[in-house]
C-alpha cells in the first residue's frame, strides 16, 4: 500500500504539528526502508512471480525482521521510543509509534498471506487485497486525498518552495504510484530491492518541503519546526 503508507504520515501531522513530515514517513515507510537492504544483504528473501497477485508480482518468501508483526511492534517502540528521548515532544513520539505499526496493519490488509506473526513461526497472513485492484485503487486514493485535505488544512506554504514543493511531493507520489500498478513485472528482484531504497527521496522530499510551511489554526499561524529540531 504504497500511498496509503504516505497518508498515514500527511494525517499524522494533525495530531503533531511540530514533529517535520519527513519524520512522519520515515516512521510510516520504516519497515520499507529497512526491508531493501535486509534483501540485498541476503537476509531477507523475494522473488517475482507474475499473477501471484493482481496488482504486484512480488513474492515476499521471508521477512520476518522488517515486516513481521511482532518486530512490528517492536520497531515502532524502539522508534518512538528514540524520538520521544531526542526531542521530548509526547505527541510526536506516539504518532512515531503509530506510524511505525501503521506500515504492518496495512499491508496485512494488501498483503496475500505472506505477513508472519514472528521469526521463525510458520503462520502468515493477509486479507489480500491486491487480488481486488479496483477496490484497492480506490481505497488507497481516497486515503491520499483525505490526507492531502487534512495536511493542507493543517498548515500554509511560507513561500513558493512550500507551495511548489509540496504539489510535487503530491504529484511524483502519484505518479510513482501509477506506474507501479500498471508496469510490466520487473527484471529481477534486485531491481526492485534497489529502486525501494528510492523511497529515502520521499522521506527528504517531505522534510524540504515541509521546512517551508507552517501550522495554521483559526488564522494564526505559527513556523512548523525544521527536521533538525522535531
Do not use: C
Not at 15 to 42: E, H, I, K, M, V
Not at 61 to 78: F, G, K, Q, R, T
Request: proline share 7%.
Amino acid at each position: 500500500m504504497f500511498i496509503g503508507h504516505f497518508a498515514v504520515a500527511l494525517a499524522a501531522k494533525r495530531a503533531a504539528p511540530r514533529t517535520s513530515l519527513g519524520t512522519l514517513l520515515f516512521g510510516a515507510q520504516f519497515l520499507d526502508l529497512l526491508w531493501p537492504p535486509l534483501t540485498l544483504l541476503g537476509i531477507e528473501h523475494f522473488r517475482i512471480v507474475p499473477g501471484i497477485t493482481k496488482m504486484t508480482p512480488l513474492d515476499f518468501e521471508s521477512y520476518p525482521i522488517s515486516h513481521s508483526l511482532l518486530m512490528s511492534v517492536v520497531w515502532a517502540a524502539l522508534i518512538g521510543a528514540i524520538y520521544f528521548t531526542r526531542r521530548r515532544y509526547q505527541a510526536g513520539a506516539l504518532m512515531m509509534k503509530i506510524a511505525v505499526f501503521s506500515h504492518w496493519v496495512l499491508d496485512w490488509v494488501t498483503h496475500r498471506p505472506d505477513l508472519q506473526l514472528a521469526p521463525g513461526v510458520a503462520t502468515r497472513v493477509g486479507l489480500g487485497l491486491w487480488n481486488h485492484p479496483t477496490a484497492a485503487i480506490a481505497i488507497e486514493s481516497a486515503m491520499l486525498l483525505l490526507a492531502v485535505a487534512s495536511y493542507m488544512a493543517q498548515t500554509r506554504a511560507k513561500d513558493a518552495i512550500g507551495r511548489w514543493g509540496f504539489a510535487g511531493f503530491i504529484l511524483a507520489t502519484a505518479l510513482i504510484y501509477v506506474m507501479d500498478v500498471s508496469a510490466p513485472p520487473p527484471p529481477s528482484w534486485q531491481v526492485v530491492a534497489w529502486s525501494a531504497i528510492a523511497i529515502w527521496i520521499f522521506v527528504l522530499w517531505a522534510a524540504w518541503a515541509d521546512r517551508h510551511r507552517e501550522v495554521y489554526h483559526g488564522g494564526a499561524a505559527r513556523p512548523v519546526t525544521t527536521p533538525g529540531t522535531q
